[in-house]
């Protein structure tokens, strides 16, 4: 049976019909996996972060016209852009990759949520909590803004 409101209890359906949980055991390891679980989340948004702040290759920049020769390609609002870096295809991959990733946990997440089952609720708000504390909150955390997700 499917639950339309938030009810407490050990069995629960997390995901998959497969994750069902009927017992105390199971229904404890099944929070601890989902709060390390919203932790790696935070921890993938800010790698994700420390690899576009630091990653130089691949960036654009607007130039003079005259410091760039006729045949640089010519941007719309921009004027002429100078590509700089060759390896501009592998940062974008890894940057794409860690982007797929963190984002495809955070729906799992989700709908892991949509259980509405109390503990699943608290252990995922919990484990995204922590995850930020530790790695996101604090004066050494990237100040990177993403306009997806409000991550």
Same mark, same amino acid.
């Given at each position: ?42 921890? /993938? #948004? &800010? ?8 990653? $130089?290759?691949?960036?654009?920049? @607007? *130039? ?46 989700? /709908? #892991? &949520? ?8 608290? $252990?995922?708000?919990?484990?995204? @909590? *922590? ?21």
């Amino acid at each position: 049976m499917m639950h339309m409101t938030f009810y407490w209890g050990k069995s629960v359906t997390v995901l998959f019909d497969q994750w069902a949980v009927k017992t105390w055991q199971g229904y404890i390891l099944t929070l601890i996996v989902l709060f390390v679980f919203s932790v790696v989340h935070e921890w /993938l #948004a &800010v790698q994700r972060s420390l690899f576009l702040t630091t990653s $130089s290759a691949g960036k654009t920049s @607007a *130039v003079p016209s005259a410091a760039v020769s006729d045949d640089t390609p010519e941007a719309p609002l921009l004027g002429r852009v100078v590509v700089q870096g060759s390896r501009i295809g592998i940062n974008k991959s890894v940057e794409s990759l860690l982007f797929g990733v963190k984002v495809g946990l955070g729906y799992l997440l989700m /709908l #892991a &949520v949509m259980s509405y089952n109390g503990g699943v609720f608290l $252990s995922i708000v919990a484990g995204l @909590a *922590v995850g930020y504390f530790f790695f996101r909150s604090g004066s050494e955390a990237p100040s990177f803004h993403d306009p997806c997700c409000s991550s």
